[in-house]
């Protein structure tokens, strides 16, 4: 059983900053790419930043140079450091992993955590 579990939504101000962080627990060999993805009411969901086992990362357009994705490979956990937040970011944002346990490699999912940009 594999769990990811999210925190660190919440209401901000235009221009503020909040901090996301994914933790992945259960059986877990190994976790390939860590990533956040969002969905705004009407809209579908989209990718908003990745990051591989490696490093390398991945960003939206719509977010480059606002947020950032890290991870810790020891502890299984991902963080999305969100600054310069405008109300176009508001959305449920999404925990997304590539988990390989004893049963094979699928893709995980955290419950959400909404995000809402807003004066």
């Known amino acids: 059983q594999v769990q990811l579990v999210e925190s660190g939504g919440g209401l901000v101000q235009p221009g503020g900053s909040l901090r996301l962080s994914c933790a992945a627990s259960?059986?877990?060999?190994?976790?390939?790419?860590m990533g956040w993805y969002r969905q705004a009411p009407g809209k579908e969901r989209e990718l908003v930043a990745n990051?591989?086992?490696?490093?390398?990362?991945k960003y939206a357009d719509s977010v480059k140079g606002r947020f950032a994705i890290s991870r810790d490979n020891a502890k299984n956990t991902a963080v999305l450091q969100m600054n310069s937040l405008k109300p176009e970011d508001t959305a449920v944002y999404y925990c997304?992993?590539?988990?390989?346990?004893?049963?094979?490699?699928?893709?995980?999912w955290g419950q959400g955590t909404q995000v809402t940009v807003s004066s």
């Open positions: 259960g059986s877990i060999v190994s976790i390939n790419g």
């Open positions: 997304n992993a590539d988990i390989t346990n004893w049963n094979g490699r699928r893709a995980y």
């Open positions: 990051i591989s086992s490696g490093g390398p990362t």
